[in-house]
């Protein structure tokens, strides 16, 4: 009876947050998952339920493939880009910079503002006009000799999403550069000094030395790029709106949901976007739990 | 004899200072190559008209004006008020759910609480896609769909997770001593949680509140979903004004930068805190 009293208050102050989050995010989740599995293809109609059949014949839409191709392609170049830059920015600020405070202030500040004001420039910055029409890049390859790197930059037809990956990975490799230099500076200096005395070079001192101590970051670091990235959304429809060329899963959704007013369409892709993030987050956070306990 | 004896250090710092310039010199680099879209929003801001020609994309203004801020002031107007309405009630109702959330998960246990601590992560990763149909039935059932209360509550519950983290791995840091002594003394969790733990809470509200205001502030896909044109915040209105094919450049860049600006304010005075909070998403305190 004691113990009870001892923890039911802490039960019943955290009680508010329980209920909204079991409502509002798992319930919803659920709810919505529901609804995918409805024929409730209008606004009006009550919805019968079908199974799977709109998970299966969402595949037989010519869209839904061009946008997950445009997922993946945009999503291998993002997370890719933004953890090579931000470790490049790290490594090379991890032992000391005159005025680092200033570097890291500057390479971060893109964070702080919002994915559609970057659109915004950025859209501006890749305009595919080339030669006498040329504005933003290509404009400044013209005028300084290197006019053959002109190209359509999203509005490429196979690497369109490439491009688009570019201003994500200048608002976010700032971030991944802080977690690598935390990463950085959480190797005791000893242990480099030891590895030194016992004749590793410098780079076998990285790689045997630093390089262990970087695991952790570089998978918090791919999580959340990762997350980011399957979800985009915000940022597409700044520099395109939403055209085909540009597709993603959360525009298809959103168009879905807005334009075909189609409510099992849209729950079907949700769900798909749920389960592309929840495949790698779940274990990641079983796993990050478990190793905080130890 | 010395000089050979002396020869590796002297040669050592050399290269020392050869990879010290190396990295300086990239740095550098990239510093102008980040900065370029700040050149080009601030430059082609203050542009008239008459300038916006493709030849002169790059240059400076040749007469500098404020007519692009003028006009974009005046059409972002209403969505800066709308997010100032939404972002600051919100963060703060966020930071105080969240104070209670970590200091009842970190010193307040319960059985299941470390189970329950995960099922509040898993809701930090979710893409909001994925509850956005039932949310919008919800909140039209609720009545507040459309409006800036139904937005603020949308954010808050969906900030919990980020926000009981954040103060949880603050809160650990303080010694359970404390705690116990002052339940010896006799006080109950609510009076220590308000003799004890709030008078140190400071740091952890400054990161909170300044995560959530800035993940408000810049939110997109909440307010196109949820809101209607009378509660659209700054981003929904830039995104329209800069979509619209008749707006210029120029008022598109000033209105970018005008949505940005409390945040970067926030960024550039309080840059320690903010890096918390970036650092707290990490999933490490």
């Known amino acids: ?294 | 004899m010395t000089s050979v004896a002396q020869a590796p250090p002297d040669r050592s710092r050399a290269r020392a200072r050869i990879s010290y310039g190396i990295r300086l010199t990239l740095l550098i680099l990239f510093l102008v190559i980040f900065l370029i879209p700040v050149y080009v929003l601030l430059a082609t801001s203050f542009k008239p008209l008459t300038e916006a020609d493709p030849g002169q994309a790059w240059n400076l203004p040749g007469t500098w004006t404020f007519e692009a801020w003028r006009v974009a002031w005046e059409k972002l107007r209403p969505g800066l008020v709308n997010s100032f309405l939404l972002a600051v009630p919100g963060s703060l109702i966020s930071a105080i759910l969240g104070s209670m959330n970590g200091y009842v998960l970190s010193k307040w246990r319960f059985p299941g609480s470390d189970l329950l601590f995960t099922l509040f992560l898993f809701g930090m990763f979710i893409p909001y896609q994925g509850v956005m149909i039932p949310l919008v039935q919800v909140m039209v059932n609720l009545g507040v769909y459309g409006g800036i209360p139904g937005l603020i509550l949308a954010h808050v519950v969906y900030g919990i997770p980020i926000c009981t983290l954040i103060f949880r791995n603050y809160y650990v840091t303080i010694p359970d001593e404390l705690i116990e002594a002052s339940r010896v003394d006799g006080a109950g969790m609510l009076r220590t949680f308000w003799s004890v733990v709030l008078p140190v809470s400071a740091p952890a509200f400054a990161v909170v509140i300044i995560w959530q205001f800035t993940s408000m502030w810049n939110d997109f896909l909440f307010a196109v979903f949820l809101t209607g044109p009378q509660s659209w915040p700054a981003t929904v209105l830039l995104n329209n004004i800069a979509g619209a094919q008749a707006t210029p450049y120029s008022q598109q860049m000033a209105a970018a930068i005008l949505s940005s600006i409390p945040t970067m304010i926030i960024y550039i005075l309080l840059g320690r805190f903010f890096m918390r909070g970036l650092m707290a998403g990490a999933l490490k305190g």
């Not at chain 1, 409502?23 to 659920?30: D, E, H, K, N, P």
């Not at chain 1, 994500?168 to 550069?177: D, E, H, R, T």
């Not at chain 1, 076998?204 to 390089?211: A, E, S, T």
């Open chain 1, 1 to 294: 009876m004691t113990r009870v009293r001892r923890w039911l208050p802490g039960l019943l102050l955290v009680t508010p947050s329980i209920v909204a989050i079991a409502v509002f995010v798992y319930g919803m989740l659920g709810w919505n998952f529901q609804l995918a599995m409805t024929d409730k293809h209008d606004e009006i109609s009550e919805g019968k339920f079908v199974g799977l059949t709109n998970f299966v014949e969402l595949w037989d839409q010519p869209r839904w493939h061009i946008s997950v191709n445009h997922a993946i392609v945009f999503t291998l170049v993002f997370v890719g880009g933004a953890l090579v830059l931000g470790w490049l920015l790290a490594f090379l600020m991890e032992k000391g910079i005159k005025g680092e405070g200033t570097f890291r202030a500057i390479y971060l500040f893109p964070m702080a503002i919002s994915f559609v004001a970057t659109g915004i420039v950025w859209r501006w910055l890749m305009n595919s006009g080339q030669d006498e029409r040329a504005v933003g890049l290509n404009r400044l390859f013209d005028s300084i000799g290197l006019d053959f790197l002109q190209w359509e930059w999203f509005r490429n037809q196979d690497w369109g999403m490439a491009a688009m990956a570019i201003p994500a990975i200048w608002q976010m490799s700032g971030y991944v550069m802080a977690l690598f230099l935390a990463g950085f500076r959480g190797v005791p200096e000893e242990l480099r000094e030891a590895a030194r005395v016992d004749g590793c070079t410098e780079w076998k001192v990285y790689r045997y030395v630093v390089l262990p101590f970087l695991r952790p970051v570089t998978l918090s670091a791919l999580i959340i790029l990762g997350h980011i990235s399957l979800k985009v959304f915000d940022l597409i429809v700044a520099v395109s709106g939403k055209q085909i060329i540009t597709d993603v899963p959360a525009v298809f959704m959103w168009v879905a949901v807005f334009d075909s007013h189609d409510p099992a369409k849209g729950a079907t892709i949700a769900s798909y976007i749920v389960l592309s993030v929840a495949v790698f987050v779940v274990p990641y956070l079983i796993w990050s739990v478990r190793r905080e306990k130890h």
